[in-house]
């Protein structure tokens, strides 16, 4: 999927912080950054009225102006709360125990002063977040009830619902990750920007490819086909659809397909903002490789994704996955080698990536498949 825009806050002692946002009633006073219809970067300054999960409004002379979440690129503050720059750092550098503690420390400030309302959905979802990461899931499924409640209409939203059925496919509970997907994928633009859309109708192909249900999910392919109008959404659905014809053992023409997409989206810098399509086209092909048991190649493919994109959020089923299979690739060319010294090494390797498929990517498939290896299920 295309990573949700993330919202900029710029102070004098760091010059750019990557952030969220949702809705909320009172104005504050940013610098927007955005892409036009054209594609063309513009900045307004002004009063941001709201930013939910329909998109950011700002107060214009005459009216008011929506500027998509897909056309976003950065919201700037005027005003931020006490302890907010340094609890957001902790976030960003993965220390998530402490951001959590900075992060409800800011809230009764947040609470008396409107001008800082804008902060409220931030605090909730990044402490849901990072107790995600950490794995508390309980307290996670607290702080976004806890977001949910109190502004129904979150920009968050979208994220919440994904990330609830990527746990729900993750436990095999496909039917019910096959609901939640559609939840996010059914609204059209109206509901969400087109590409959670295309998150959830890609979901669902996921979905179906684990659950072995094949046709369905050439169907899901041709319904996520007929979303998307971007070049980089049309890529990203293309590489799903290769992928289906992986899990049909159609090797040839999946793999000339998905080489392709890799070799694009590695090239052309507009990818920056889509690294799914490298993660997909790259797994795409270790699992083609994992299957004609060409174990070192199928982990040169996977290694591309966990070690490019292990710490993106929107990739971690992506991730886990390729961890998971990584270390299995390692477990085969240990036990197939004569050379002891190369055994050692890939024995070595095959215990690391299985432990932190296990523990770093929990709630994911390979995540789930490594645990239940390792006896903690």
């Known amino acids: 999927m295309s990573h949700p825009v993330k919202i900029a806050i710029f102070f004098t002692t760091l010059a750019l912080f990557l952030l969220p946002h949702s809705g909320w009633a009172q104005s504050a006073r940013a610098k927007v950054a955005y892409r036009n219809s054209s594609g063309t970067e513009r900045s307004e300054r002004g009063d941001v009225l709201s930013h939910s999960c329909r998109g950011l409004v700002m107060k214009r002379r005459g009216g008011q102006k929506t500027i998509a979440e897909d056309d976003l690129i950065s919201v700037t503050y005027s ?3 006490n302890g907010y720059v340094a609890a957001m750092e902790l976030f960003q550098t993965g ?3 402490e951001a959590i503690d900075a992060l409800l420390e800011i809230l009764p400030e947040v609470e008396k002063k409107k001008s800082l309302s804008w902060a409220k959905q931030e605090i909730y979802f990044h402490a849901s977040e990072a107790a995600y990461r ?5 307290a996670a499924a607290e702080y976004a009830k806890t977001l949910s409640s109190k502004i129904a209409d979150t920009r968050y939203r979208p994220q919440l619902e994904l990330r609830s059925a990527g746990d729900l496919l993750a436990a095999g509970k496909y039917k019910e990750a096959l609901a939640a997907y559609g939840k996010t994928s059914s609204g059209g633009p109206k509901k969400y920007s087109a590409s959670f859309v295309l998150a959830g109708a890609v979901g669902k192909v996921r979905t179906h490819l ?8 050439m169907s899901a392919v041709k319904a996520a086909e007929a979303l998307v109008k971007k070049p980089e959404g049309k890529d990203l659905v293309a590489a799903w659809k290769a992928r289906t014809l992986v899990a049909q053992k159609k090797f040839a023409d999946a793999a ?6 890799l070799l694009k989206a590695s090239a052309n810098k507009r990818y920056q903002r889509q690294p799914a399509l490298l993660a997909v086209a790259a797994n795409g ?6 299957q004609k048991q060409d174990f070192e190649k199928a982990a040169l493919e996977y290694s591309k994704t966990f070690a490019l994109f292990g710490d993106l959020a929107d990739l971690r089923h992506d991730v886990g996955w390729a961890t998971w299979q990584f270390s299995l690739c390692c477990k085969r060319i240990a036990t197939s080698t004569k050379e002891d010294d190369k055994r050692k090494v890939y024995t070595g390797r095959h215990r690391r990536m299985r432990e932190r498929a296990a523990e770093d990517f929990q709630m994911t498939r390979g995540g789930q498949l490594a645990r239940k290896e390792l006896g903690m299920n």
Do not use: R, T, W
């Not at 684990?210 to 999910?217: K, P, T, V, Y």
């Not at 000339?256 to 997409?261: D, I, M």
């Not at 092909?285 to 994992?290: E, P, R, Y």
């Open 79 to 81: 005003k931020l709360p």
């Open 95 to 97: 220390g998530y125990y």
């Open 134 to 138: 950490v794995g508390d899931y309980a």
């Open 210 to 217: 684990h659950a072995g249900n094949l046709e369905s999910a």
């Open 256 to 261: 000339n397909q998905l080489s392709a997409l």
């Open 285 to 290: 092909l270790g699992d083609i490789a994992f």
